[in-house]
């Protein structure tokens, strides 16, 4: 007779309520799953078979650095790291009201 109790009832609809906020959550698991799998049986291309990457690009490494030193790229991140460690520093600071 503990099917008739307002405790099991309760406790009944807690567990659905929490799978169903679970679900969303798993779906996606299974979506992101089966899309890795499709992308992981992608055959790379020939001309990087035989050094990946580093073999593809490495000709042009030269020109990317020297447009990089030029272009003020690591200026700019410097720029952008110390605005961010400012902002975490006043939100760690004022205890995230600011």
């Given at each position: 007779?503990?099917?008739?109790?307002?405790?099991?009832w309760?406790?009944?609809?807690?567990?659905?309520?929490?799978?169903?906020?679970?679900?969303?959550?798993?779906?996606?698991?299974?979506?992101?799953?089966a899309?890795?799998?499709?992308?992981?049986?992608?055959?790379p291309?020939?001309?990087?078979?035989?050094?990946?990457?580093?073999?593809?690009?490495?000709?042009?490494?030269?020109?990317?650095?020297s447009?990089?030193?030029q272009?003020?790229?690591?200026?700019?991140?410097?720029?952008?790291?110390?605005?961010?460690?400012?902002?975490?520093?006043?939100?760690?600071?004022?205890?995230?009201?600011?």
């Amino acid at each position: 007779m503990e099917f008739f109790t307002v405790e099991f009832w309760k406790s009944l609809w807690d567990d659905f309520i929490e799978w169903m906020l679970d679900f969303p959550v798993w779906l996606l698991s299974i979506v992101l799953d089966a899309i890795a799998t499709v992308i992981e049986a992608i055959q790379p291309p020939s001309f990087m078979a035989g050094g990946g990457l580093s073999a593809a690009l490495g000709p042009t490494a030269q020109y990317i650095g020297s447009f990089l030193v030029q272009s003020g790229f690591a200026e700019a991140f410097g720029i952008l790291g110390v605005g961010l460690a400012f902002r975490l520093t006043r939100k760690l600071v004022t205890l995230g009201q600011w």
